[in-house]
């Protein structure tokens, strides 16, 4: 499994933000075409490659966007799309009878699937009831209804792991970073109340203080970060290299009058799977767990 961020991973995040700020958010699947099980399936979002997965409809998949990292056999896939920009031309001569994206895709790309007759679902993905009821979309589209509803199952019982195993304990300040420029702190997006993360913060043992506001995912000013005092900073940097190379808890040392800095309590996420809203969200709230309250796990963060 690919556990490092990738370059042109930032210019998912990037894409990702600018068009939740610009689709509808909270909108329900959106399906075209008689309802049928889907034999070729092209999946254009990474959480939703991993969920296919997850229900047992990977023998259906015959293509998936250039992001997608999990399961191994990706490489193995074409590859149809970057994140708005999906090759039409590439993905009609693979006799798709399924395109499953996310909710803010929809907007570039529904109407020319509608027009050349390919059945399509977009699903939203913002909050952990979203991921819940991806799963069980996903499954009765596919024909795994019963697979989806065990997979649920064991994304809620990780999920309860982790709340258990951190019980009773006070909770964090946290800020959750979730893009920035590579080498600085400047351009900061964080995960605001309302997202998937910030419930999996709190799941984890923290509190996330990033600023309410229009939209769940906000930019912040360094300001802004000094004023808030977060006890515990999350960065999802990229795993940059060459002229973006840096070490991302150095960068943080322009903030020395944080609690967070002070206390080098800085968290690089390197892990791909951690931002995306899939049954991993179990996996991410124990990655966020061990960095908020490293003193419940042996092992620590």
């Given at each position: 499994?690919?556990?490092?961020?990738?370059?042109?991973?930032?210019?998912?995040?990037?894409?990702?933000?600018?068009?939740?700020?610009?689709?509808?958010?909270?909108?329900?699947?959106?399906?075209?075409?008689?309802?049928?099980?889907?034999?070729?399936?092209?999946?254009?979002?990474?959480?939703?490659?991993?969920?296919?997965?997850?229900?047992?409809?990977?023998?259906?998949?015959?293509?998936?966007?250039?992001?997608?990292?999990?399961?191994?056999?990706?490489?193995?896939?074409?590859?149809?799309?970057?994140?708005?920009?999906?090759?039409?031309?590439?993905?009609?001569?693979?006799?798709?009878?399924?395109?499953?994206?996310?909710?803010?895709?929809?907007?570039?790309?529904?109407?020319?699937?509608?027009?050349?007759?390919?059945?399509?679902?977009?699903?939203?993905?913002?909050?952990?009831?979203?991921?819940?009821?991806?799963?069980?979309?996903?499954?009765?589209?596919?024909?795994?209804?019963?697979?989806?509803?065990?997979?649920?199952?064991?994304?809620?019982?990780?999920?309860?792991?982790?709340?258990?195993?951190?019980?009773?304990?006070?909770?964090?300040?946290?800020l959750c970073v979730v893009d920035r420029?590579?080498?600085?702190?400047?351009?900061?997006?964080?995960?605001?109340?309302?997202?998937?993360?910030?419930?999996?913060?709190?799941?984890?043992?923290?509190?996330?203080?990033?600023?309410?506001?229009?939209?769940?995912?906000?930019?912040?000013?360094?300001?802004?970060?000094?004023?808030?005092?977060?006890?515990?900073?999350?960065d999802m940097i990229q795993d940059s290299?060459?002229?973006?190379?840096?070490?991302?808890?150095?960068?943080?040392?322009?903030?020395?009058?944080?609690?967070?800095?002070?206390?080098?309590?800085?968290?690089?996420?390197?892990?791909?799977?951690?931002?995306?809203?899939?049954?991993?969200?179990?996996?991410?709230?124990?990655?966020?767990?061990?960095?908020?309250?490293?003193?419940?796990?042996?092992?620590?963060?």
């Open positions: 499994m690919k556990t490092v961020f990738r370059q042109d991973y930032r210019i998912y995040i990037r894409l990702a933000l600018a068009l939740v700020f610009v689709s509808c958010s909270g909108r329900s699947a959106q399906q075209s075409g008689p309802s049928r099980i889907p034999q070729r399936i092209v999946s254009i979002s990474p959480n939703v490659t991993e969920i296919l997965y997850g229900v047992g409809a990977w023998s259906q998949v015959v293509a998936v966007s250039q992001f997608c990292s999990f399961p191994d056999d990706v490489k193995n896939k074409p590859r149809v799309s970057g994140w708005d920009n999906t090759n039409l031309e590439q993905l009609t001569g693979l006799k798709p009878d399924l395109v499953i994206g996310i909710d803010a895709q929809a907007p570039f790309v529904k109407d020319k699937l509608d027009a050349l007759g390919i059945r399509s679902l977009f699903l939203d993905g913002q909050t952990l009831s979203d991921v819940y009821a991806s799963i069980e979309e996903i499954g009765r589209a596919t024909g795994h209804a019963q697979q989806a509803a065990e997979l649920l199952t064991e994304t809620q019982h990780a999920l309860e792991a982790v709340r258990n195993s951190i019980a009773g304990r006070q909770k964090v300040r946290v420029i590579p080498g600085t702190i400047r351009e900061l997006y964080t995960a605001t109340s309302g997202t998937f993360l910030a419930e999996l913060i709190a799941i984890a043992g923290g509190e996330s203080i990033a600023p309410a506001g229009d939209q769940r995912w906000g930019q912040i000013t360094k300001e802004a970060i000094v004023s808030l005092n977060p006890e515990v900073i999350i290299k060459g002229n973006f190379g840096e070490d991302p808890v150095a960068v943080w040392r322009e903030l020395p009058e944080v609690s967070a800095v002070q206390r080098q309590r800085i968290y690089p996420v390197r892990d791909a799977l951690v931002i995306h809203p899939s049954q991993f969200v179990g996996h991410t709230a124990e990655v966020f767990a061990r960095m908020i309250h490293p003193e419940a796990f042996r092992d620590g963060p």
